[in-house]
């Protein structure tokens, strides 16, 4: 449901999903330009500090949507210093009850509705509607 979201938040024709379920070295997700180029790479969850930074070399852009209830405030503390000086990296988390609203709206056969506007994402499905507001970390 997190890679929905970033799927979501960056939605561009040219973006697709990656090996990143599979592959840990791959994105969730990217996007390339038409001479091949990595435009963007997402990562979701949280990656380790040299993940990022190799992707950081590949990519113009490099988003982190982070996401693990209070892992997240240990994996930040851990790696702030580090990826704030990677310039072409955006570090947004989800906190736990988002992360949890997410994951009641998933179902094996579901239609969503997503809307998004200033940095505000608002999913619904015929049972419920949940706003999401990813938070951006300096």
């Not at 998004?116 to 994402?121: E, F, I, K, R, S």
Request: contains cysteine.
């Amino acid at each position: 449901m997190v890679r929905l979201l970033a799927f979501a938040l960056h939605a561009d024709e040219a973006l697709v999903f990656g090996r990143g379920l599979s592959t840990e070295e791959a994105a969730d997700l990217w996007q390339r330009d038409a001479t091949g180029t990595i435009e963007r790479w997402i990562d979701v969850g949280l990656p380790a500090e040299k993940d990022i930074r190799k992707a950081c070399g590949r990519a113009r852009e490099v988003v982190v949507l982070a996401y693990g209830a209070r892992r997240v405030e240990q994996w930040w503390s851990d790696n702030a210093a580090a990826l704030s000086r990677l310039a072409n990296l955006k570090v947004f988390t989800l906190t736990a009850t988002e992360t949890e609203a997410l994951q009641a709206l998933a179902a094996r056969s579901m239609t969503l509705t997503c809307t998004v506007q200033d940095g505000h994402v608002w999913l619904a499905s015929e049972r419920a509607t949940v706003e999401i507001r990813p938070a951006r970390r300096p």
